[in-house]
């Protein structure tokens, strides 16, 4: 009835096109249209066209296009914006070819949708193409085409192009800036500053900000860490009102506040707001992010008792990454029980995340019922199921889980590789280290920077230096994390030349060195005391304005102190502005080693005096220079104020000085009770220790006690044999010593020569 109603004419039927809310009343109302002999109409086949492509039908969009086309520019150009806009981004392109083949033309539309679609589709080579045909006809300077532009190569990361086309534009507008800022958003080195410089131009220039302008900014802030940046952003939109109410603006303010670390006044804008889950969430990921898990727990608390607000996926999932954190199994349970009398359906991320946290709680079976009741299983789910085996020891299960996941056409990802590659270098599992490489290679993963990198790792652990150096070899691309790792392999298989020779080859290569790598070079060296090399390495720290890393600093002091150049090591001690614990145990141990006693009394007060806490490794060494020194009294307070003023628990290593202490003094009984006083169960290097001071005293019936005592602790050193065996024959039961040398002999011990490699300063 409305069809007759209508004469028939296009304009008419133009304004019953919109009125369609289905293919099937448009595909009506275009057979009328041709009925009335009107299906070569360009104006009402425009409509026709877009509508159809806004309804999701791209073949019936084409064939009305086809029955239409002319060369006209302002056709071609309106079929490319109905068809961005609609999501064919494909068809945009073609349109864009087509048009250049035809020669009919090109203006500023065609290629600013021809380059937004190649920005959406990562095709940045054809975006260049677009590039070229803008400078061939003038068009880069057009703010269109030049938004679209620095669009295109800010997703690509390449900010030092979309700032050349950003300045080539005559008439910057919001839509410029705004695209030149949000292309900052998502990088994360110090270049991102420029977008704050870049949103002060443009409030210069009198071009009021925007929304998505400011949502931008607080990206920006939050991946510097920029607080006080990102704080200003915030008074801003205040100021000028800017997003009031608006949830994407509120959520991006508090993630910004919440990366910033700043906690209370992201609090303090969820209690002000609405509110929302997404907004919430944000605290919760970045919580979980830095482990700061316990505060991720107690904020979800409040967001569900106390704000009303309903958690939604996410919530759950950051919830559970936080009880995973801690082990916190039964408040798992407790959420996993919430979901399901909530009917809450577990989706792949949920129980992924149930997995996870049950896993890292020793609840494996639990695990894997949740992983076998999925419906659809992912890549992801089942890293996670291979991780919990891997977590708790199992590595034939995870073996196993790799082979079912081929099995179901399951392609594993390079996280699947790592995952296996570095639970089989911590268990030390050369043979599955092996099986797990040869996979690698197979599957097509070993060209994977990241996986040869764990690949040489994995080897250098299990001693297969020769191996790791063959990968390492064959890598056409060697990143610092290459270095760092077959750098680390020999270090540790004692081949500190080769570290040297890497050390040097990396800067050949153009690799500068970090911290981790100068820290094995300097440990290199003065292994095989060279102290030239490291005097060398010590320039290039300076050179390279690294003198303030602490770190890296800390191992030049040992390094020059086991080079006999102990004034050295003091003078880089003394030239530190900011001296952490390291430091300090640095320089007493370089002092300890050199026998300097009562400096390491000396600086162990200075400490006390500047209110630095003292560690483990601090009382091993001042501990060792009362024993050497012969300080009795000191050394007996020092290692009872362990406990008593700084709650550090005494290990093996501080009992045996104290033993070491009084056998040197001749408290041989003192010395003898303390040790049966010990709560250690291996009392054997203590035992030791006062043998051979009760040798050195002749106090032949406690060294007699303690020999007995020593041989029922089962296997002997050769060192231990040998002191046991003078304690026999100093009291001259010749017999037993010449047995126990004997079988000493029979199982192999061997006293070694001792040796020594110092280049002379």
Known sequence: MLLRKFSGTAEKFALLVQSCADVRSLKKLHASVLAHGLGSDVILGSKILGWYARLGTLPDSRLVFQNIVTDDLALWSSAMVDYFRAGYLEEVIFLYKRLKLHQIGLDGKTITFGLKSCAQLGDLFLGEGLHVDSLKLGLSGDKFVGSSLVGLYSKHGKMIDAGKVFEEISDKDIVAYTSMISGYSDVVDSTAWNAFKIAGDMVKNNLEVNRVTLVSLLQVAG????????????????????????????????????????????????????GTTASWNAVLSRLTRTRESWDAIQYFSVMLHEHKVTPDSRTFANVLSACAELCYSGYAASIHAYLMRRTILLDVVLSTSLIEVYSKCKRVVRSRHLFDQLTVKDAISYNAMIHGYLQNGMADEATTLLSCMMIECIAPNSTTVLCLLAAFADQRDLVRGRWIHGFAIRHGFSADLDIANQIIHMYSVCREIVAAQIVFDSLETKNLVSWTAIMKGCLSSGHGDEVVRLHQLMQQHGEKPDSITLIYAVQAVSELGHLK???????????????????????????????????????????????????????????????????????????????????????????????????????????????????????????GCIVDLLGRAGHLEEGYKFIKLSNLTDKSSMFRALLSACRTYGNTLLAHIIGKELLELGPQNPGTCALISEVYAQEGQWNESANLRASAKQSGLKKLPGSSLMESV
């Open 223 to 274: 991946n510097l860490g920029a607080f006080r940046e990102g704080k200003s952003v915030h008074c801003y939109s205040i100021r000028r009102a800017i997003g009031v109410s608006d949830e994407v603006l509120e959520t991006s303010l508090v993630d910004m506040y919440a990366r910033c670390g700043a906690y209370q006044l992201a609090s303090a804008l969820l209690k002000n707001s609405k």
């Open 533 to 655: 090399s490291v005097k060398q390495i010590h320039c290039f720290v300076y050179h390279a304005f690294m003198e303030e890393d602490t770190i890296t600093t800390n191992s030049l002091i040992t390094a020059y102190a086991k080079c006999g150049r102990l004034d050295l090591s003091e003078a880089l001690f003394y030239s530190l502005e900011h001296k952490d614990l390291d430091s300090w145990n640095t320089m007493i141990s370089a002092y300890g080693n050199h026998g300097f006693y009562i400096k390491v009394l000396q600086m162990f007060k200075q400490m006390e005096e500047e209110s630095i806490k003292p560690d483990e490794l601090t009382f091993s060494s001042v501990l060792s220079a009362c024993s050497h020194a012969g300080l009795v009294k000191e050394g007996w307070s020092i290692f009872q104020s362990m406990t008593l003023l700084y709650s550090v628990h005494p290990q093996e290593e501080h009992y």
